[in-house]
């Protein structure tokens, strides 16, 4: 049986890139290349690519970027946008949960919940955050981001997605949130790129801050920073408050 987030990205690579959560590609960039110094030799996984935008602007921008992800459809959409831009990115149908890499890459992303903290059980999340770790090479760092679980406890979820969902896009239906595994459950209607409605029964896992930093340590990460994630404008400047829906993680190896 499929997971909805299988389901959810079947043959939705362009409806995908026309969704609001998608739109902040440049200037994460911009926060990614500030981080590894503008260092062209770094060989950057990213995990969780979807459509790709994200290993496409940064191979625009001259660096070497391997792009994985679940998807046929996103990869494929992937494969395509590489080939409008005339870029050669390798992009590779893997799981998160069952990486191989080992000490290849200086920079692992995940954004936008490209995989993490979608899966249905902690376990596999940790999975997850172990493979990237595994990823790195000496001295490698991690860029992520993640739901941050103090958001919903000042705030309504179903408001805030409803504010920034814009016509054409999935819309979130009924959503509850339970407080024992700070897990939100909600039904999302989506139109794929074939015209087909969808009605998917969803969860994520949210986070504290002091679950994601307890989560790495045991990885031999150190330096863990957390900070705010806004939409396009990555900053270490952004301190992480109950306001934000999104925390920015960055950890060193």
Same mark, same amino acid.
């Given at each position: 049986?499929? $997971? ?18 998608? $739109?902040?590609? +440049?200037? !994460? ?7 590894? /110094? ?6 950057? @996984? ?9 290993? +496409? ?30 870029? $050669?990115?390798?992009? $590779? ?19 936008? !919940?490209?995989?993490?903290? @979608? ?21 490698? /760092?991690?860029? %992520? ?5 103090? %958001? ?5 979820? /179903? ?38 409605? /969808? ?55």
């Amino acid at each position: 049986m499929k $997971q909805w987030y299988e389901e959810l990205f079947e043959n939705y690579g362009m409806k995908y890139d026309n969704e609001c959560f998608t $739109q902040g590609t +440049i200037g !994460e960039c911009d926060f990614i290349e500030k981080e590894i /110094k503008h260092d062209n030799s770094i060989r950057i @996984l990213d995990i969780g690519c979807g459509t790709g935008r994200h290993a +496409i602007e940064l191979t625009k921008r001259g660096y070497t970027v391997v792009g994985v992800d679940l998807s046929d459809s996103q990869l494929r959409r992937a494969r395509e946008k590489a080939s409008m831009h005339n870029l $050669q990115i390798l992009f $590779q149908k893997h799981d998160a949960r069952n990486l191989t890499f080992l000490h290849e890459f200086d920079l692992v992303i995940m954004l936008c !919940e490209g995989g993490f903290p @979608l899966m249905e059980t902690d376990e596999m999340n940790y999975q997850i955050l172990r493979n990237a770790s595994n990823a790195l090479a000496r001295k490698g /760092k991690l860029i %992520f981001t993640t739901l941050n679980a103090l %958001f919903p406890l000042f705030h309504s979820v /179903k408001d805030f997605l409803d504010s920034s969902t814009k016509e054409g896009n999935a819309k979130c239906g009924s959503i509850s949130f339970d407080l024992m595994t700070f897990r939100e459950y909600n039904t999302i209607h989506a139109e794929d790129d074939l015209g087909n409605k /969808k009605e998917l029964h969803c969860n994520e896992r949210y986070y504290t801050p002091s679950e994601i930093t307890w989560l790495l340590k045991p990885l031999d990460f150190n330096p863990i920073d957390i900070f705010g994630a806004k939409l396009g404008a990555f900053s270490r400047d952004d301190k992480l408050s109950s306001e934000d829906f999104e925390m920015l993680v960055i950890a060193e190896k």
